[in-house]
């Protein structure tokens, strides 16, 4: 039984953070997708917002930096600030919650003693629904070889990895 509703708990789990909305633009304010500002020449801002796990949103948040890099005629980009809202648990959906717990007592009523015992085992599902999170990156566009730094990214290579295209 317990385990019964802890694999429908995740498999519905999963489905909540599957409610990342289609990849593109953002159509209006607190709508989900990217948007970009320049900041320099060489500098942007790109946000994606969606609804759902905060590593998912990240990674549109890179796949958009990517793109524009490559739009702007540049080969890589350093990320250079990153805010990410939300908390690790912020994808929302079902969170399963099993508790146990034991009992004892004694005492008289009506002239007699007792004693008893127990053990109790629960489950609970707690559906929140997911919930918004967005990525913030600012970036710094770059041409030629990309500088050995963790933050650097290769741009081609993020497209390639997080969409499929070349």
Same mark, same amino acid.
């Given at each position: 039984m317990i385990r019964a509703a802890v694999a429908i708990a995740a498999a519905l789990s999963l489905g909540a953070c599957a409610s990342l909305a289609p990849y593109g633009p953002q159509r209006g304010p607190g709508g989900q997708g990217f948007s970009e500002q320049r900041i320099e020449n060489d500098r942007f801002r790109v946000t994606y917002s969606g609804v759902g796990a905060p590593g998912p949103v990240a990674d549109m948040a890179l796949l958009r930096a990517a793109e524009l890099t490559l739009d702007q005629g540049h080969d890589w980009f350093e990320v250079t600030q990153r805010y990410i809202d939300g908390r690790p648990d912020s994808a929302g959906g079902v $969170? &399963?919650? #099993?508790?146990?717990?034991?009992?004892? %007592?004694?005492? @008289?009523?009506?002239?007699? @003693?007792?004693?008893? *015992?127990? #053990?109790? #085992?629960? #489950? %609970? =599902?707690?559906?929140? %629904? &997911? *919930? &918004? !999170?967005? !990525? =913030? =990156?600012?970036? $710094? =566009?770059?041409?030629g070889a990309r500088p050995d730094d963790r933050e650097a990214y290769d741009a081609r290579e993020v497209r390639y990895a997080l969409s499929g295209r070349e």
């Open positions: $969170r &399963p919650n #099993v508790s146990v717990g034991y009992g004892s %007592g004694s005492g @008289r009523y009506g002239g007699r @003693r007792y004693s008893s *015992s127990g #053990v109790g #085992v629960g #489950v %609970g =599902l707690n559906f929140s %629904g &997911p *919930s &918004p !999170t967005s !990525t =913030l =990156l600012e970036i $710094r =566009l770059g041409r």
